[in-house]
C-alpha cells in the first residue's frame, strides 16, 4: 500500500452502551464546559439560590462558638481527597511538624505507629489539628487552631462533631444567610465520572433501578397461590406461606384473595414490608447477590427511573449549586444545539474574566455549530449516547473529529447520510468538505445521490451484488460517472434507468388512528395511518417519526395484542384496532446471531430440502429421516466441527481466529451423510448453491421453487443458502425477513412496519425494495415505512411529513396526503425535495 496515512473510521454504530457516555463527553464539549463553569461559574447557595460570599476565620469562629456548650469536636484539615498510594512521606512530615493524629477514610489513627496504607486504594486523609469542647473561655485556642486549620488545609476546615455530620468550612465560599458552605469549583466537581462531582445517590448514572410491583404482579386479578407474584410462581410460594398467612390476618386478606381486592395498605405491606415481614421487594433484592445467571433473571421485575436525589442531573448538589447566567451546567447541556448556540453568544464577560472566557467560549461555539451542521441541532448534549440511532452516532462522531483539528488523516465514513433528510443534505456534504479542506482524505461509502455527485473521486464495485461484483466498474470524477459511464450506478444518475412512479395512488376505506400523542417530543397530535395501503411516515431528523410510529403505534398494537413491550408512548387513545389481526416489526437486525443460522433455515426452505433428501432412495434404504441432514443435531452432523465448519481456536489476548474442520472440510456433515445424494449434489452441495441456482436445480418443485422465486425477487439471488448469517448485511437481513413474509399466499389484517429499510440499498435495489413492499399491500396487508428516502416517499399511497424541525422544533404533522399533494402544501418540509 502505497501513500497510506494515519486513518480513522466512522461507522454506524452508536459509540458506547455505556450509560456514562453522553453526546457531550463523546464530543469532548463536556471537557471545555468543565473548565468553563470552574473558572466562571457563580456558587450559588443550594437552599435559597443566593450567590455565595467568601468566609472570614471570624465568621468560621463564631459559627462554631454558637455550637451548643459542652459540644466535642474536632477540628480537621483536608489534605488528600480520593488518591491513591501509601501517602507515607506525607505522614512522615505531620509527625515532624508535631502533629500526633490524621484521620483516614472516616477513621482517626495516630502517626505513631505510622498508618500502612494500601497504594492501589484512593484514600481521603484529614490532618486532626485540634481536639475541643464547646466553652466560654475557648476562643483564644479556637482561632489558633482555625488558623493552623485553614493554612494547612488551603483555605478549607473540617468542624467532626460526635453523633452529627461533619461541617464544612472554606474561606472561599458561604452563604450569608443559611451558613451552607461550597468547596472552590474545580473542574472535577463537574464531572459525573468522578467521586467529587458524582450524585452520591446514583454515582453520576442519573438513574436508578428498582423492583416495580406492577412487573412483579402483571395480572392483579390472580391471587398469591394462583402465583400472583411472578418470582414466586411454581413452588417458591410454600417458602413463605406461613408468613404470608400470617401478614394476611393482620392486613385483611388471604392467599386467596385477588390482589385487585388488596387495600392500598395491604399491598404496601406485601412488598415493601410490614412489622417482622421485609416484603417481596426485600427478598428480591437479596436475590441478586446469588450471581450473574439470578440479576438476569431478577432484572425484567426491576425498572428504571431518573435518580430521586439528582433527578437525572448526574452530579451532587454542590456542582449544581454554580451557575452561569442564571443556568447551572446539567441545565446548559440540557438545552438542544439549536438553543444553546445563542446563549453562549449573548454571554458577556468584562475584565480578567472576558480574558478567561473569550477562548473556551470560541471552542465551545465551533464544536456546538459542527453539531448543528451535520443536522443534529435538535440534539441535547446530555443525551446518552446508548439512545441515538447509528446515524446520529456516526454523526456525532464527525463533529467530534471536527473538533479535534487533526490533518493528514485519512477519514473512512460509512453511509454518513443515513437518517439524514433531504433538508440536511448539503449541510452534511459542507462539513466533509471542511474536513477536506483541512489536509485530509474523506472516503466515504454512500449510495446518497448527491454525496455522489459532489464527490471528486468516485470508486463504483459491481457489476452486481454478491459473487456477482468485487470488480471496480468505475474510477474516475463524478461528472465523468454521470454522463458516460455504463455502470448501474451512472445510468441512475443521468436518468437512463429510474425508479418507476405508480400510476394511480390506492384510496383506503379504513385508517388506524392515533389519538392525542404527547410521545417524546409531539404536541397532542392526531395522526391517521390508512389501511390496505403503503404509508411513509417522512420528516427532518428529530421530528418525531420513532416516537410516533415504534414508539406510540407500534408498541400500544403488541400491548392490545398481549405482547410485552417496554416504555409504551403516551396517547389518549386508538382507534381502528378491530381490522389488525397480526403486527409485525422488520428491521435490519441480523437473522441469526451465530453461523448455524442461514436463508435456508429462516426461510424455512432447508425443511424442504431435508425432506427431499430423507426420500430419495438411498437415504430411505439406510433409514435416514429429514433429522439426519441437519447439522444442528447429532446423528448426520460432523462431530469433530459439531456442524460449524469451523473450529474456534481461542488466542487469549487476541481476536479469536476460525480455522476449516479438518475432518468435515468444512461442509458440516459426515462422511455417511454426504454420500447421500439427489441429482448428483450432497447435501452440502445444495447449501452452496446460490438462490438463482438452486431455483433451477429444484425447478420440480413447487413450494420450494415459490420461495426461492420470491428471495429473487426482492433481489437476493447471489447469496448462497447456506451463508452464515453473521456475514450478511443489515439490507440483506431485512430482505430475507421480508421473503419471508412475501411466501405466504395471503396476508389480511397484517401491518408491517419497517424503519428506515432503504439503508445500506443502491438505488437499483430500492426499486426491488418499493415492488416488494406494493406485493406485501397486493396480498391484503398494510405496510407503513419510515423513510427519507425520496423514492420510497414517491412510491407511497399516503405520506405523514412531520416538522417543521427537529426535537422541540418538531412534534406535529406539517402535511399529509398523497406525494402529489405534499409536493403542491408550502407547509411540508419533503414537498419541495419530491420530483413526480
Wanted: aromatic share 6%; with cysteine; charged share 20%.
Amino acid at each position: 500500500i502505497e501513500g497510506l496515512t494515519p486513518a480513522i473510521s466512522l461507522e454506524q454504530q452508536t459509540v458506547s452502551k455505556n450509560p456514562r457516555s453522553t453526546v457531550g463527553t463523546v464530543t469532548e464539549i463536556y471537557d471545555f464546559l468543565r473548565v468553563f463553569y470552574a473558572r466562571l461559574g457563580i456558587p450559588c447557595c443550594p437552599q435559597c439560590g443566593a450567590p455565595i460570599q467568601a468566609q472570614t476565620s471570624d465568621q468560621i469562629i463564631a459559627q462554631i462558638l454558637d455550637l451548643p456548650a459542652g459540644s466535642k469536636f474536632m477540628l480537621l484539615a483536608p489534605l488528600v481527597e480520593h488518591k491513591k498510594g501509601t501517602h507515607a512521606d506525607l505522614f512522615k512530615k505531620l509527625k515532624a511538624q508535631g502533629f500526633a493524629r490524621v484521620r483516614i477514610n472516616g477513621e482517626t489513627l495516630n502517626l505513631d505507629p505510622m498508618p500502612e496504607l494500601a497504594k492501589t486504594h484512593k484514600h481521603n486523609i484529614d490532618l486532626v489539628v485540634d481536639r475541643l469542647v464547646v466553652k466560654p473561655d475557648m476562643r483564644k485556642r479556637l482561632a489558633d487552631s482555625v488558623e493552623l486549620g485553614l493554612q494547612a488545609g488551603e483555605g478549607r476546615l473540617i468542624v467532626s462533631i460526635i453523633g452529627l455530620e461533619d461541617m464544612f468550612f472554606s474561606t472561599d465560599a458561604v452563604c450569608a444567610q443559611c451558613s451552607i458552605s461550597l468547596p472552590k469549583p474545580s473542574p472535577q466537581l463537574f464531572s459525573f465520572n468522578s467521586p467529587q462531582g458524582a450524585c452520591p445517590h446514583c454515582s453520576g448514572l442519573g438513574a436508578v433501578e428498582y423492583y416495580e410491583p406492577a412487573l412483579i404482579a402483571p395480572n392483579q386479578g390472580l391471587s398469591l397461590r394462583q402465583g400472583a407474584v411472578l418470582p414466586w410462581k411454581g413452588r417458591g410460594l410454600e417458602r413463605f406461606q406461613a408468613d404470608l398467612e400470617s401478614l394476611g390476618t393482620k392486613l385483611g386478606f388471604t392467599l386467596d384473595t385477588a390482589l385487585e381486592k388488596f387495600s392500598e395498605h395491604a399491598r404496601h405491606g406485601l412488598f415493601y414490608g410490614h412489622e417482622s415481614w421485609p416484603g417481596v421487594v426485600y427478598f428480591l433484592e437479596q436475590g441478586q447477590h446469588l450471581g450473574p445467571i439470578w440479576r438476569d433473571e431478577l432484572s425484567r421485575f426491576r425498572q428504571t427511573a431518573d435518580c430521586p436525589a439528582c433527578h437525572g442531573a448526574r452530579l451532587r448538589p454542590e456542582a449544581l449549586a454554580v451557575r452561569v447566567n442564571g443556568l447551572s451546567i446539567f441545565e446548559f447541556c440540557s438545552l438542544p444545539i439549536a438553543r444553546a448556540l445563542p446563549w453562549l453568544e449573548n454571554l458577556n464577560f468584562h475584565g480578567v474574566q472576558a480574558e478567561i472566557a473569550t477562548p473556551l467560549l470560541k471552542e465551545l461555539g465551533h464544536r456546538l455549530e459542527f453539531l448543528a451542521n451535520v443536522g443534529l441541532e435538535y440534539i441535547c448534549l446530555s443525551r446518552n449516547m446508548s439512545t441515538l440511532s447509528g446515524g446520529e452516532a456516526q454523526r456525532i462522531r464527525l463533529a467530534g473529529q471536527l473538533g479535534s483539528g487533526l490533518v493528514g488523516v485519512t477519514y473512512v465514513l460509512d453511509e454518513p447520510s443515513i437518517g439524514l433528510h433531504p433538508r440536511d443534505n448539503q449541510r452534511l456534504i459542507n462539513t466533509l468538505r471542511q474536513l477536506q479542506g483541512r489536509g485530509n482524505t474523506v472516503l466515504v461509502v454512500e449510495h446518497d445521490e448527491p454525496t455522489i455527485r459532489s464527490a471528486d473521486h468516485v470508486l463504483e464495485l459491481g457489476p452486481g451484488s454478491g459473487f456477482l461484483g468485487g470488480e471496480l466498474v468505475f474510477s474516475g470524477p463524478a461528472t465523468e460517472l454521470v454522463h458516460s459511464a455504463q455502470t448501474l450506478t451512472g445510468k441512475y444518475l443521468r436518468g437512463e434507468l429510474h425508479i418507476p412512479r405508480p400510476v394511480s395512488r390506492r384510496v383506503a376505506h379504513r385508517a388506524l388512528i392515533l389519538r392525542g400523542v404527547t410521545t417524546n417530543n409531539l404536541r397532542d397530535i392526531d395522526a391517521s395511518f390508512p389501511l390496505d395501503s403503503l404509508v411513509c411516515v417522512t420528516g427532518v431528523s428529530g421530528s418525531g417519526k420513532s416516537s410516533l410510529v415504534m414508539d406510540s403505534l407500534y408498541k400500544h398494537l403488541a400491548l392490545a395484542q398481549g405482547i410485552k413491550v417496554e416504555n409504551p408512548g403516551n396517547i389518549k387513545g386508538i382507534d381502528g384496532l378491530e381490522a389488525i389481526e397480526k403486527i409485525i416489526s422488520i428491521d435490519q437486525s441480523p437473522i441469526g446471531r451465530t453461523p448455524r443460522s442461514n436463508p435456508a433455515t429462516y426461510t424455512k426452505v432447508f425443511d424442504e430440502i431435508r425432506t427431499i433428501f430423507a426420500n430419495s432412495h438411498d437415504a430411505k434404504k439406510r433409514g435416514y429421516a429429514p433429522g439426519r441432514f441437519s447439522f444442528n443435531v447429532r446423528g448426520g452432523r460432523c462431530e469433530a466441527c459439531q456442524g460449524d465448519g469451523q473450529i474456534r481456536v481461542e488466542m487469549h489476548f487476541l481476536p479469536d481466529v476460525f480455522v476449516t474442520c479438518e475432518v468435515c472440510g468444512g461442509k458440516r456433515y459426515n462422511r455417511e451423510t454426504l454420500d447421500i445424494l439427489y441429482r448428483d449434489k450432497s447435501i452440502a452441495d445444495v447449501l452452496d448453491l446460490t438462490v438463482s441456482e438452486a431455483r433451477v436445480f429444484f425447478a420440480n418443485h413447487a413450494t420450494l421453487e415459490r420461495r426461492l422465486g420470491v428471495l429473487e425477487e426482492v433481489g437476493l439471488e447471489y447469496i448462497r443458502l447456506g451463508q452464515p448469517a453473521t456475514t450478511l448485511s443489515g439490507g440483506e437481513a431485512q430482505r430475507i425477513k421480508l421473503s419471508r413474509e412475501l411466501g405466504k399466499r395471503s396476508l389480511p389484517g397484517t401491518l408491517y412496519i419497517l424503519d428506515e429499510p432503504t439503508t445500506g440499498l443502491h438505488m437499483h435495489e430500492v426499486g426491488k425494495l418499493i415492488t416488494v413492499l406494493h406485493s406485501l399491500v397486493e396480498k391484503g396487508a398494510s405496510v407503513i415505512v419510515i423513510e427519507h428516502n425520496l423514492d420510497v416517499v414517491a412510491a407511497a399511497d399516503h405520506v405523514i411529513d412531520l416538522g417543521p424541525g427537529g426535537g422541540d422544533n418538531g412534534g406535529i404533522i406539517v402535511a399529509q396526503g398523497t406525494p402529489e399533494e405534499l409536493q403542491t402544501n408550502p407547509g411540508s418540509v419533503t414537498g419541495p425535495f419530491l420530483e413526480m
